[in-house]
């Protein structure tokens, strides 16, 4: 399977330590595994030209104050293009509001 680990930072400064966890889980569980940094300032066009790319199976998204409504934005864009494919969404926004994430994400 081919695992998206997503992230969307608020600068190219910013290191998301969760993803990096999750893909050597992902990859020690026998998935491929690929990391995409980007930031807020991108458009969803660059963001969905990046996720076409690597053409996944399941996409994570960590999901924060700052990029939230950009990643809800882009998991509709998400669904119209790519239909089958898994989204998965965690981090600090997607825990303390469950329901609304279920709503948008698979998981």
């Known amino acids: ?3 998206l680990l997503a992230a969307i930072d608020a600068r190219f400064t910013h290191t998301n330590l969760a993803l990096r966890y999750l893909r050597a889980a992902a990859r020690a569980a026998g998935h491929e595994a690929r990391i ?4 807020i300032n991108h458009h969803n066009r660059q ?3 990046g996720i ?8 994570v998204f960590s999901v ?29 926004e997607a825990t303390t509001a469950p329901e609304r994430w279920r ?3 698979d998981y």
């Open 36 to 39: 995409a940094d980007w930031t």
């Open 64 to 92: 924060y104050i700052w990029n939230s409504l950009l990643i809800a934005s882009l998991i509709s864009d998400i669904r119209a293009i790519f239909p089958r494919v898994i989204i998965v969404c965690g981090g600090p």
């Open 103 to 105: 709503r948008i994400a």
């Open 52 to 59: 076409s790319k690597y053409a996944p199976d399941v996409i």
């Open 47 to 49: 963001l969905l030209e």
């Open 1 to 3: 399977m081919k695992v």
